[in-house]
């Protein structure tokens, strides 16, 4: 069916009639059901329809009947309009013949009726002759070229333009596509939004050939399709962003198939040296507010959880190295806040995690506490709502830790979309020398009774690809805030614009640094063997904003051609980290109260 705005129609209607109006033909006044109305055929006059970047002159005729009008099937605009949509455009003797791809149509004088194969619909001014010129309406272009057509209120200029035929997800549902296809090519662009976080797709010059188009998937929810635009047509595709999920683009450029690969990957859970556990029992149970999730587990475990704002409304807990005893569980709730609660096994390999998914009907309250057990959690959802923009939106804990030692939090500077420092003669970055720093230094530590908390343990940005430096820092300190590291050590390479510049340095904020600091400045100097630059105090975001005693490590210089060699070495940095380790268990040994060793 055919989509022009009444009130672009009225003004153009209003246009014309300021116009001399010959009366070229009239039917009879419409009578019983079926017959046609009254036909006023005025001048023609100049329509540029756009379509895919070209802009196609051609001469309209208004007919008195609302949103229709008549051109003459042999103007030369129509062939080469249906030429950008891959159909031919002919006029036969007494009949209009249209060739799109294996479709063969054709439309005579005074056929009431578009044939079955391009939908059958009832036309209310059929073709006809206008001073000896067969003319055809204007509307067929819709059916015949699979096509929208809007006109703006000028009256002077419209629109044609493809439609999006179908929008659907295809494959598995841990790596779907999201396949657009569409009459004609359309090109695309992607920006995302925040509170709540959502990737969007702006498909620009097509329109939606049923609004009834609807995307489901269990763990995304629903993918919002809207008419953005018309006129011209931007439809918009509105992806909400879930923990663990990827979305790569397909290459840019005009297609009729435009495809988006979704992952549904795991959690970037920080802590990584949590044994396996078991889910032993998951139930939800009503309470005086509200309900609680109660989640009993076999040992301690470390969870992640994430939450979607309104129109979402779900919360995310996810609990990695935990494997769910039994099939999945759904509870369904419908107290007016709470909608379900799902609980599965989001993923078996390379490492388990179980995945508990909270529908909710409104922004409730929510709250994650000890359970009355040892190893058990519970997420209770309060008969309260929130100030969506006040609401946290993600946050980490432990039930409890593994070992009885201390808990040290390494954060590997930069990584993902943000290199830090490049040595572009050695090809080194900093992202890459302090995550295999740090992975060197996290497995000596554990060796010796820590628990450790990483803020990342491979190649990714901590928050997300393209977010601001505040955005990724505070994600950062998150993670050591809200699991309750003893200690922070942040590590890095320095680089200067004076390749000559060279040394160790540590750096501090806060007084409980000093101490850290104290003792970590000997042993790594040592180990490092360049000049001493000292600890240094600057207000670094990582420093600033811990609740814990932490220390901003400068290794040496990736701009120093000699310092960027050593850290380049894998003996270098292994050296590197059993300094760091040395200096750690002394700190332990005199201010930590758990039993961590020492070197």
Excluded at 7 to 20: D, Q
Excluded at 57 to 70: H, M, N, Q, S
Excluded at 90 to 110: S, T
Excluded at 244 to 271: H, N
């Amino acid at each position: 069916m055919r989509r022009f705005w009444s009130a672009w129609m009225l003004l153009l209607l209003g246009l014309f009639s300021t116009l001399p109006v010959v009366a070229r033909e009239t039917a009879e006044p419409q009578g019983a059901a079926g017959e046609q109305p009254i036909v006023v055929v005025g001048e023609a006059r100049p329509l540029s329809l756009k379509a895919l970047g070209t802009t196609v002159p051609l001469k309209a005729r208004t007919t008195g009947v609302e949103d229709e009008f008549l051109v003459a099937a042999t103007d030369p605009g129509l062939p080469s309009l249906a030429s950008l949509f891959g159909a031919e455009w002919a006029w036969r003797e007494d009949c209009l013949l249209v060739r799109r791809g294996d479709l063969k149509v054709q439309l005579g004088l005074g056929q009431e009726e578009l044939p079955p194969d391009v939908g059958g619909r009832r036309l209310e001014v059929p073709a006809r002759l206008v001073d000896g010129v067969p003319h055809v309406p204007l509307s067929c272009l819709e059916d015949l070229l699979a096509v929208r057509l809007t006109l703006a209120a000028d009256g002077k200029t419209g629109w044609v333009e493809p439609l999006i035929q179908s929008i659907r997800l295809e494959g598995d549902s841990r790596r779907p596509k999201l396949v657009i296809r569409s009459s004609a090519p359309l090109t695309f662009k992607t920006f995302s939004l925040r509170r709540p976080e959502r990737y969007v797709i702006d498909l620009a010059g097509g329109v939606l050939d049923t609004p009834a188009l609807k995307v489901t998937h269990p763990e995304l929810g629903d993918i919002r399709l809207g008419q953005f635009q018309l006129g011209p047509a931007i439809t918009r595709v509105v992806i909400p962003s879930i923990p663990g999920l990827t979305i790569v683009a397909p290459p840019p450029g005009p297609s009729r198939e435009i495809a988006f690969e979704l992952t549904m990957q795991g959690v970037s859970a920080p802590a990584r040296d949590f044994p396996v556990q078991k889910v032993t029992v998951a139930r939800v149970e009503p309470m005086a507010s509200g309900q609680r999730v109660v989640l009993q587990f076999s040992g301690p475990v470390q969870y992640e959880w994430t939450r979607l704002l309104p129109p979402d409304n779900r919360f995310f807990l996810d609990l990695p190295q935990a494997i769910l005893v039994g099939p999945k569980q759904e509870f369904q709730v419908q107290d007016g806040h709470l909608r379900s609660v799902r609980i599965s096994q989001f993923q078996t390999e390379p490492a388990p995690i179980t995945r508990v998914v909270v529908d909710l009907e409104k922004a409730a309250q929510t709250r994650l506490t000890a359970g009355e057990t040892p190893h058990s959690l519970v997420l209770e959802i309060r008969h309260d709502t929130i100030e969506p923009s006040m609401a946290m939106l993600k946050g980490y804990g432990t039930t409890s830790f593994p070992s009885s030692g201390g808990v040290v939090c390494l954060d590997p500077g930069h990584g993902g979309s943000d290199p830090g420092a490049v040595n572009r003669a050695l090809g080194l970055t900093e992202k890459e020398v302090t995550l295999d720093l740090c992975l060197r230094l996290a497995r000596i530590l554990r060796t010796r009774g820590w628990n450790v908390v990483m803020t990342r343990d491979n190649d990714r940005d901590v928050s997300w690809a393209g977010s601001s430096a505040r955005e990724e820092l505070g994600a950062r300190v998150q993670i050591a805030n809200d699991l309750g590291a003893d200690v922070l050590v942040s590590v890095h390479c320095n680089a200067s614009v004076n390749p000559a510049a060279k040394g160790t340095s540590l750096h501090i904020f806060k007084n409980s640094d000093s101490l850290l600091a104290e003792e970590l400045h000997p042993t790594l100097l040592a180990a490092a063997g360049r000049p001493d630059r000292g600890i240094q105090k600057d207000r670094f975001y990582v420093l600033a904003h811990s609740r814990m005693p932490a220390v901003l490590v400068e290794a040496a210089f990736l701009s120093n051609p000699e310092e960027a060699r050593l850290l380049g070495t894998p003996e270098y940095r292994q050296r590197l980290a059993e300094a760091l380790a040395d200096g750690l268990g002394r700190y332990a040994s005199r201010y930590l109260k758990q039993t961590t060793a020492g070197p």
